[in-house]
């Protein structure tokens, strides 16, 4: 029996429902109360009811673990807490619809109302996409292969962070986490560019804190709808109490597409990717035939990905196979390359370790065709990549507790995922947030070394 058919108790949310998630509030809240404010996973983003709790879920399946997903931003909701006057801002598919509205809304008399208006595809874009940062953003000349794919934007060096808004708002997961913004994070260290021209987003590590343990969430300024991105990372954040993820994420959740690329919790050793979505998007009973990666298995239909019908299950894809693709087995090869082609064939993601990254990569000419089998494939068939996602920008988090990862159920099972012990049993404490407020020292492998991350566009896949 696979460890994603284990059954395990469902877990118990508790939060009251609000109307619209809040885009960017003018203040945080204290982290104390971050537990209250944000719809359980049962509740759709427009405060109603998506159907009752089931008795059981999987564990496996991040829904019941996740709740919110993180945050959602509804580019047609007005942030409820910024008082009286509006802005009505209208981007297209070229222009940053996460950082206008995350800087219309920095006066304090001020709110925004975003409309993120592109129906085009990325491919609508010049390949010599002007660079908006500094050299390392620019786009590269057309590869002398027979690659498809041309490089439109790189993340990386000392220029990284040039290309992020920071968020600092209360995490929308509950988490005992309190995000840190850019000033705070760099005076703080938390953010860095090591010797080797990598970016650090590291945890404090103060041995005891209040309320919440600082950390970094950080969301891409480029907005796109199909493409490919590609990362490399050397390190990523684990252990207990640890809830990283590296995703992607358009408006109007769930309508606008959520994809989780790199996510998983606690001494996880296994990815997990993951789809959600609006109604209608499902897959193929074959779906396993065609991926490394298992279907996950829940309470509701595993191949609806629809957050509505499944209670925010989604459709989830475990990783089993490859060994050092998660946690501290993937820190102990130095990491490796994440890659995440959204396209007309559909959304297909794929690792590879440090000593088995293609040339075609390295030298940015990639050809996804020639890469073998994904570690997890989400065809077209039944789900219109350009309907269901559009109007994406990336993000980089690293949360502590929250919904999944300090879940009672979660926090005292094992057995799954490639952890073999329970986190209370590893740690001595009883509860995620206790451990995390208490033991900073615990927190200095919670830490991502990103070396880069790249776009590139296709007139003729997307």
């Known amino acids: 029996m696979h460890l994603t058919k284990v059954i395990l ?10 109307s619209a998630v809040h885009l960017n509030p003018l203040s945080k809240r204290s982290p104390a109360k971050a537990q209250h404010g944000v719809e359980p996973a049962h509740v759709k983003r427009d405060g109603h009811a998506a159907g009752a709790h089931k008795a059981k879920a999987k564990r496996l399946v991040k829904k019941k ?13 007005v942030a409820t807490e910024i008082p009286t006057a509006s802005v009505t801002t209208s981007l297209d598919n070229q222009q940053n619809w996460a950082n206008a509205t995350s800087t219309a809304t920095g006066a304090a008399t001020d709110s925004v109302t975003a409309t993120a208006s592109s129906t085009t595809e990325w491919a609508s874009e010049s390949v010599s996409a002007t660079a908006t940062s500094s050299e390392s953003t620019s786009a590269s000349a057309a590869p002398s292969s027979s690659s498809t794919w041309q490089k439109v934007e790189e993340w990386s060096g000392n220029s990284f962070f040039d290309n992020v808004n920071f968020w600092e708002w209360n995490d929308p997961t509950h988490g005992t986490v309190d995000y840190l913004n850019a000033g705070d994070a760099w005076n703080s ?6 010797s080797a021209g990598r970016a650090v987003m590291a945890v404090d590590t ?3 804190v209040s309320g919440g343990r600082k950390s970094i969430r950080i969301h891409g300024n480029r907005v796109f709808t199909g493409g490919l991105v590609i990362m490399d990372a050397w390190h990523m954040p684990t252990g207990c109490g640890s809830w990283p993820a590296w995703w992607q994420n358009g408006p109007n959740w ?7 690329i790199l996510e998983g919790v606690n001494d996880f050793s296994q ?5 959600h979505t609006g109604q209608g998007c499902t897959m193929p009973s074959n779906l396993n035939d065609n991926q490394l990666g298992d279907l996950t298995t829940g309470s509701y239909d595993s191949y609806d990905c629809s957050s509505v019908n499944t209670s925010n299950q989604g459709c989830g894809v475990r990783d089993e196979v490859n060994a050092n693709a ?9 990491g490796g390359v994440y890659a995440l082609r959204w396209s007309k064939a559909g959304i297909t993601a794929w690792f590879f370790p440090r000593t088995s990254i293609p040339s075609d990569i390295t030298n940015d000419a990639p ?31 690293t949360t502590l507790c929250g919904d999944w990862a300090g879940a009672d159920g979660v926090w005292n099972y094992a057995g799954y995922a490639g952890q073999d012990q329970s986190c209370a049993a590893i740690t001595g404490y009883s509860t995620c947030s206790e451990y995390v407020l208490n033991k900073g020292s615990a927190f200095a492998d919670a830490y991502w070394e990103v070396s880069y991350v790249k776009y590139f566009n296709s007139t003729t896949e997307v």
């Open 9 to 18: 108790p469902a877990l118990t949310l508790s939060a009251a429902a609000v």
């Open 65 to 77: 673990k996740r709740a919110t997903c993180q945050v959602k931003f509804n580019a047609t909701s």
């Open 189 to 194: 260290g938390l953010i860095s560019i090591n």
């Open 206 to 208: 103060t041995e005891v």
């Open 254 to 260: 769930p309508e606008g597409g959520e994809i989780d």
């Open 271 to 275: 990815n997990q990717v993951s789809l």
């Open 326 to 334: 998660y946690g501290a087995p993937f820190n102990s090869i130095n």
């Open 367 to 397: 050809e996804p065709s020639g890469w073998g089998t994904p570690v997890a494939h989400f065809p077209s068939d039944n789900c219109d990549p350009y309907k269901f996602f559009y109007d994406h920008f990336n993000i980089f988090d």
